[in-house]
C-alpha cells in the first residue's frame, strides 16, 4: 500500500521520540528527566499492548493495570521475599504472566460471547476485585503503602560497569557509567523488545485477522475465522505484554504499590494516552504516551514560569497559577480531540492520502 | 444422480410463534445450480441463515457430506465448505479491497494464526487475492477502501469474497440485486464458470426471472417458511400452484 506524507511524518517523529530516549541519559542529565524517560518507555509498551485490543480488535477492557499490576507485584514481592536477584526477577515476571494469562483465560472465555459493554463491565468489576484485595492482603503486599525492595545489584547505583585508571567510575561525556545506567537501558532495550514483536504481530496475517473482527465480527465468521478464540487470544497476548511491563517498571521504581500499578487513575491515563495519539496505529502509543507523561511532570513547571512571568498583569497569573494544572490539561485533551478526531497520529496519516 | 452434497432434513426454526422455516427437507448435489424462489418473507434468507450458521435451528438438521452441521459456528461451516456471499452488502469498511480478499483467501489458508512474518511476505495470499480481483475485474480499485466504493463494486467484492474462500457450496443471495445493467453480467458470468464446475453446488436466491431462466437447473419454491414446490425449471414454473403464489404476483415487478 501507498504511504501516506502523514504517515511519513509520523514515522519521522517516532524515530525521532526513540533516539532521543536512546540517548536520553546523555542528553537530559538530571534525575527527574531520567524518570521520565523511563515512564515514557513503560507506558508506550503499556499503551501499544491495550491499543491491541481498543485500537486492532475493538475489545473494550478496563482491567489491563490488573495485568501491569500483576507483573509488578509478582516481581515485587519475590525481590522483597528472595532478595534482590535476577532469579527474583524472572521468576516474579513468571508468576505475574502466570496470574495474568489465567485470569485473562477465564474472563475471556467466559465474557468474550457476550456484548461489549458488559465485557467491559467484567473487566472492571474483576479489576475492582483485585484492587481491593490489594489493599487488603498486606501482608502479602503491603497494602496501601506498597513495598520497597532493592534492584539486583546491576542496577545499584553505585555499581562501577567501567572504571579509569584509578578505579573510578568510567565517565563518558560527564556521564558516569554506573548501575542508574544500567538500569536505564534495561527499561529501554526491554520495552523496545516489546514495541518491536507488537508491531511484527499487527503486520502479521493474526493482525489482519484482529483488524477483520474490528471491522465486521460477523464477517469473519462467515469467511472462517473463528472469532472468540482470536478474541482470547489476543486478550491474553496483550495482558502477557503489560504484565511484563509492569515487572519492568517494578525494578526500575525499586518500589510498588496500587498508586505505581494498579489504580484506575493509570487506567484512565492509558485510555487518554491511546485516544490522544490514535487507536489501531502503534504509533499512536508513542505519541500519546510521550505527550502524556510530559504534560504530566512538566505542564505544573511550565505554567509557573508562565505564571510568574505574567507577574504584573491581572488575572492571566492566577489563570495559570500551578494549581490548575488539570484543569489545562483537561482544555488541551478537548482540543486535541475536536481537532484530531482519530488522535493526531491517526488524523495525521489520513492526510496527504488523497492523491 | 450423485450423492448429495447437502442435505436439510425437516429443517425447522421458530421465533416465538412464528414458524420462519417449516420442516423443510431438500438434497442439494455438485455439479448442479438450485435457484430457491418465493414471495418476501417466504423464509428464503432464513433458509440461508440455517445452512450457513447465522441462525441454529429449532429442529431438523443440516449434513454437508455425511457430516451434521447442524449446531456448528459459522466458522466451522465456513471451515466445512460452505460459502456464503450476503443479500445486505457485508464487507470489512476500512480496508482496502485487496485486504477484504486477502482476509477470505487467508482463512482457506489456514494461515490467521501465523504472527510472525507480516502478511505481505505472504506472497501465495496475496497472489491468490489477486487472481480473485481480476477475475472480478476489481484489480483497478485493490487499494480502494470498500467504504468508498460505488455500490455495484461492492455488490462484486461481497461475491469476490465468497469466490476466495473457495467453497464446495457456494450460497448467493440475490447477487445482482441493486446493480447497474453494466455490472450484472460480470457477476453473471462468473456463476456460469462456478456452476461449470462439476464438484461444485451453486444455491442461489434470486427475484429477477431472466437470470433465473438463464441459470437454473432446478427451482425450489419457498412459501411461508414450507418448501412448495422442487423440480425442473420448466415444470416449477409451469405448475399452477407456483403460478398462483409467486409468479402471478411479481412477474410484473421482477
Known amino acids: ?355 | 444422480m450423485s450423492t448429495p452434497s447437502l442435505v436439510t432434513q425437516d429443517l425447522t426454526i421458530r421465533f416465538g410463534g412464528h414458524v420462519a422455516v417449516n420442516q423443510v427437507s431438500c438434497a442439494f448435489h455438485p455439479g448442479e445450480l438450485t435457484v430457491i424462489v418465493g414471495p418476501n418473507g417466504a423464509g428464503k434468507t432464513t433458509y440461508f441463515n440455517l445452512i450457513s450458521g447465522q441462525l441454529t435451528a429449532t429442529s431438523g438438521s443440516v449434513t454437508k457430506d455425511g457430516t451434521d452441521i447442524t449446531r456448528m459456528s459459522p466458522s466451522a461451516r465456513a471451515r466445512h465448505g460452505i460459502g456464503r456471499a450476503f443479500q445486505l452488502t457485508n464487507l470489512f469498511p476500512q480496508l482496502t479491497v485487496l485486504e477484504n480478499i486477502r482476509l477470505a483467501v487467508q482463512a482457506r489458508a489456514g494461515d490467521g494464526w501465523r504472527m510472525l512474518r507480516p502478511v505481505s511476505s505472504f506472497r501465495g495470499l496475496t497472489a491468490k487475492a489477486e487472481h480473485y480481483l481480476e477475475a472480478t475485474r476489481l484489480t483497478p480499485l485493490a487499494h480502494q477502501k470498500a467504504a468508498n466504493l460505488p455500490h455495484g463494486d461492492q455488490r462484486k467484492l461481497e461475491v469476490a469474497l465468497l469466490m476466495a474462500m473457495e467453497p464446495d457450496i457456494y450460497m448467493f443471495d440475490e447477487p445482482t440485486a441493486g446493480m447497474s445493467l453494466d455490472h450484472a453480467p460480470d457477476v453473471l458470468d462468473l456463476i456460469h464458470q462456478i456452476k461449470a464446475d462439476p464438484t461444485k453446488t451453486v444455491l442461489l436466491v434470486e427475484h429477477k426471472m431472466d437470470v433465473v431462466r438463464a441459470l437454473a437447473d432446478r427451482i425450489i419454491v419457498l412459501h411461508n417458511g414450507e418448501l412448495l414446490a422442487d423440480g425442473p425449471p420448466a415444470e416449477v414454473m409451469g405448475s399452477q400452484i407456483v403460478r398462483d403464489v409467486y409468479l402471478g404476483t411479481s412477474e410484473g415487478a421482477a
Open chain 1, 1 to 355: 500500500m501507498k504511504q501516506t506524507t502523514g504517515t511519513l511524518v509520523v514515522k519521522l517523529v517516532v524515530l525521532a521520540i526513540a533516539a532521543l530516549l536512546l540517548f536520553a541519559p546523555f542528553l537530559f542529565q538530571n534525575v527527574r528527566s531520567l524518570e521520565v524517560a523511563a515512564r515514557i518507555c513503560i507506558f508506550i509498551v503499556l499503551v501499544a499492548s491495550y491499543d491491541l485490543l481498543i485500537g486492532y480488535t475493538g475489545i473494550v477492557s478496563f482491567a489491563h493495570t490488573m495485568f501491569f499490576g500483576f507483573g509488578a507485584y509478582g516481581a515485587a514481592i519475590l525481590l522483597k521475599t528472595m532478595g534482590p536477584g535476577w532469579d527474583a526477577v524472572i521468576l516474579g515476571a513468571i508468576a505475574g504472566v502466570a496470574v495474568s494469562l489465567v485470569l485473562a483465560v477465564a474472563i475471556g472465555l467466559l465474557s468474550l460471547r457476550v456484548k461489549a459493554i458488559f465485557f467491559a463491565m467484567i473487566t472492571l468489576a474483576a479489576a475492582s476485585v483485585v484492587l481491593v484485595l490489594v489493599s487488603q492482603l498486606s501482608q502479602l503486599t503491603g497494602g496501601e503503602d506498597g513495598i520497597t525492595y532493592r534492584a539486583p545489584d546491576l542496577f545499584k547505583p553505585a555499581t562501577k560497569l567501567l572504571t579509569d585508571a584509578d578505579g573510578k567510575v568510567l565517565r563518558i561525556f560527564d556521564v558516569r557509567l554506573n548501575g542508574k545506567l544500567a538500569a536505564y537501558y534495561f527499561v529501554f532495550f526491554s520495552s523496545l523488545i516489546l514495541f518491536v514483536l507488537m508491531l511484527r504481530f499487527v503486520r502479521s496475517p493474526l493482525g489482519t485477522v484482529l483488524e477483520a473482527i474490528r471491522e465486521n465480527e460477523a464477517r469473519a465468521e462467515a469467511i472462517g475465522y473463528r472469532v472468540v478464540a482470536y478474541r482470547t487470544f489476543i486478550f491474553c497476548l496483550s495482558a502477557t505484554v503489560a504484565s511484563l511491563a509492569g515487572t519492568v517498571y517494578a525494578v526500575w521504581l525499586k518500589y510498588t504499590g496500587p498508586d505505581t500499578s494498579l489504580s484506575f487513575a493509570i487506567m484512565i491515563d492509558i485510555l487518554l494516552m491511546v485516544v490522544i495519539g490514535g487507536m489501531g496505529t502503534m504509533w499512536g502509543a508513542v505519541i500519546g504516551a510521550v505527550l502524556m507523561v510530559m504534560a504530566q511532570y512538566y505542564l505544573r513547571d511550565l505554567m509557573g514560569a508562565a505564571s510568574e512571568a505574567l507577574a504584573g498583569i491581572p488575572v492571566l497569573p492566577e489563570l495559570l497559577a500551578p494549581d490548575r494544572w488539570l484543569f489545562w490539561l483537561g482544555i488541551i485533551f478537548i482540543l486535541l480531540v475536536y481537532f484530531f478526531p482519530k488522535g493526531i497520529a491517526g488524523t495525521a496519516m489520513a492526510r496527504g492520502a488523497r492523491s
